[in-house]
């Protein structure tokens, strides 16, 4: 591919991928595997990690981390011992500071004890992002989730105890045989909670996950879906969150900075079982994608490389690449992001552009680029317009 020009450094977030859940729920699709009641070795996958980091710290020499993530699978699962021994690993390895830095673990309400996730802050998290998906006991049943909903009441009121620097409650809309008023309702629930960030999304089909290959009864049509997401935007407003992304809100400075640095192009090293990773060489005049070794067992294997597979980014793929990404963001986005981000001209994007401002999709802002309201209720439309056919 022809060599890329940047000019100015892209932020890098680290992610940690933690593989195991208590049972796999049939509608996710994530990288996560029943740990069938078996003990975990945590030891052996956190000494696993750091010698994953160590091994790619020379393409990042020098890089200074802005966010840390630590997702599954259930995190949780894991002790605080672990994950402080993998943050001081990872500190050790890449500079941060403690104090600064946005550093997330997801969690499971069904795995909450408030001594441990004390023991998680003093290791260094300062975010939870709390799976919780519905307050609904039947719904939670359907959707396989090992709580209930007063586990996840509690969990949510500990969170508000421990006085994180933020935290997030994941929530589903969308679910089988519910109703507009139960869907409010749930979404009521997490509001009088006073969260500072939420999550809100529509159940997804994804291929590879049980409920694709035999869909539950009672699922909701296109304007249901809506008409339940109109209410329900409004209702999230009314309490003083603002949306920023498709399907997140937040409090004033309480946006996750580890989920704006991948909206807005920037740069990611993952590590742990199929993790992947996004990282530009700036010297080089590129932009790179890997993996690592999706199963755990071969991420483990001491005779096997911990990535699985590798390209460089093609300069005709980068313009819808990046879109994907930035146009899922609510705020006008600065065409100057594009040159930033990618090294290619601001100018490759114009035509595309003038396409969507003559369907209606998009509108100037200045220097900027908005999604219209027709934009937003087409987005696939609006990204495909970047695609080089």
Request: proline content about 5%; some cysteine.
């Amino acid at each position: 591919m022809s060599q890329l020009n940047f000019t100015q450094a892209i932020p890098l977030s680290l992610y940690i991928h933690m593989p195991w859940c208590m049972q796999k729920c049939p509608y996710c699709d994530f990288n996560s595997h029943a740990t069938n009641n078996q003990p975990l070795d945590e030891d052996n996958y956190i000494n696993a990690l750091l010698d994953d980091l160590q091994q790619e710290v020379p393409h990042i020499w020098g890089r200074r981390l802005i966010s840390i993530f630590i997702g599954g699978g259930t995190p949780s699962l894991f002790s605080a011992k672990s994950i402080g021994k993998l943050l001081l690993g990872v500190q050790a390895l890449l500079p941060f500071n403690f104090d600064t830095i946005e550093i997330t673990l997801e969690a499971n309400p069904g795995t909450f004890e408030y001594q441990k996730f004390k023991d998680f802050k003093s290791a260094g998290i300062n975010r939870i992002s709390l799976g919780v998906q519905s307050f609904d006991d039947a719904q939670l049943k359907k959707l396989g989730r090992i709580h209930n909903s007063n586990e996840a009441c509690k969990a949510i009121d500990a969170l508000h105890n421990l006085s994180l620097n933020s935290f997030n409650i994941d929530l589903m809309y969308g679910l089988p045989e519910q109703s507009i008023d139960a869907a409010l309702q749930d979404l009521q629930k997490a509001l009088d909670f006073k969260t500072p960030h939420l999550s809100w999304y529509h159940l997804t089909l994804e291929p590879n996950t049980a409920f694709y290959r035999q869909p539950p009864k009672g699922l909701p049509n296109d304007d249901f879906i809506c008409d339940l997401e109109e209410q329900g935007r409004a209702r999230i407003l009314e309490h003083g969150l603002q949306q920023y992304e498709v399907s997140a809100y937040a409090r004033a400075k309480q946006q996750c900075q580890h989920n704006l640095n991948y909206w807005t192009f920037g740069d990611y090293l993952g590590i742990g079982a199929g993790a992947h990773s996004k990282i530009t060489d700036m010297q080089a005049g590129s932009i790179k994608r890997f993996n690592k070794q999706r199963v755990p067992k071969n991420y483990l294997d001491k005779a096997l490389p911990y990535t699985s597979g590798e390209r460089s980014l093609t300069a005709d793929e980068l313009p819808l690449e990046f879109m994907m990404n930035a146009l899922r963001l609510q705020q006008p986005m600065p065409i100057s992001l594009f040159a930033e981000r990618t090294g290619l001209a601001a100018g490759t994007l114009e035509q595309a552009i003038e396409q969507g401002i003559n369907k209606g999709l998009f509108v100037r802002v200045g220097q900027d680029l908005a999604t219209t309201p027709l934009g937003q209720l087409f987005l696939n439309d609006a990204i495909n317009l970047f695609a080089k056919t």
